[in-house]
């Protein structure tokens, strides 16, 4: 996790950048020489870059553990992306999609490797899981793929495919064929790719141009989500999926 040259203005940048990605991947509480260890830097230099922080109030500090934790304008700025971005005109959507199917819902769209879920879904309470998921392992991440843009649809750009359990994709070939499955069906399905216990179904949000802008996905477990009723959840999540584009893509 190593910071990479830069020129020398952008360098302090990169790296209180880096130091704020250590508790997205580290966890919620970290003392100066976790970060220091993460960055590759001397402590006083990740020393200084934390004091900056906090004084800025992208950190706080913890009296009585002498570690560090996000701050309140890291929250602020959270707020005012969910609201100014429209996100929060979402919420009854989601809400009235989990009422009627008594699933998690949620709606993604990609980060680089991953799909990161914008609104609803859980997260973990010690790590970022449940808002940044592998693309290969998810219906959502697996729609974002099958309906990607030119120049975002490579998947030898992937990192390795690793498997998170044994019914995950881990070869290229097989996840190319999932892909077009996808794309036929109109809508993915995770079938404890990601985890064991738990089973997804995820449709696009289709831009203008008809590219995947976002997925909503229902989350459950096989229980719930039986091999018998996943249609019926793909059809309550692409009953709502123009209300969610018109909110999302106001412009389309």
């Keep these: 996790m190593a910071t990479s040259a830069a020129p020398a203005g952008a360098q302090a940048v990169q790296r209180a950048l880096g130091v704020l990605q250590c508790f997205r991947y580290l966890g919620p509480e970290l003392g100066v020489s976790d970060i220091a260890r993460a960055l590759e830097l001397p402590v006083s230099t990740a020393h200084r870059l934390v004091l900056t922080l906090v004084a800025a109030g992208f950190l706080e500090r913890d009296a009585a553990t002498a570690r560090?934790?996000?701050g309140t304008t890291v929250a602020e700025l959270g707020q005012l992306h969910y609201f100014r971005h429209g996100l929060h005109r979402l919420d009854p959507v989601l809400a009235a999609l989990g009422r009627a199917t008594r699933a998690s819902a949620s709606i993604a769209v990609r980060s680089g490797h991953?799909?990161?879920v914008l609104i609803g879904g859980t997260v973990?309470?010690?790590s970022s899981?449940?808002?940044r998921t592998p693309l290969h392992s998810t219906a959502m991440g697996k729609v974002l793929l099958a309906w990607a843009p030119p120049g975002e649809d490579d998947l030898d750009a992937l990192?390795?495919?690793?498997?998170l359990t044994d019914r995950t994709i881990g070869d290229r070939a097989e996840l190319r064929a999932e892909l077009a499955r996808v794309r036929v069906a109109g809508y993915a399905?995770?079938?404890g790719e990601s985890e064991v216990g738990i089973r997804s179904v995820s449709v696009p949000v289709l831009d203008a141009d008809g590219f995947g802008y976002a997925a909503l996905t229902l989350r459950a477990t096989p229980e719930l989500i039986t091999d018998d009723r996943v249609r019926w959840f793909v059809d309550q999540a692409l009953a709502r999926v123009d209300r969610v584009a018109a909110l999302l893509l106001p412009g389309k």
Excluded at 159 to 163: F, I, N
């Design 124 to 126: 973990g309470a010690e």
């Design 114 to 116: 991953d799909a990161l």
């Design 189 to 191: 399905v995770n079938d």
């Design 68 to 70: 560090y934790r996000l």
């Design 129 to 131: 899981d449940g808002i």
């Design 159 to 163: 990192p390795e495919l690793v498997r």
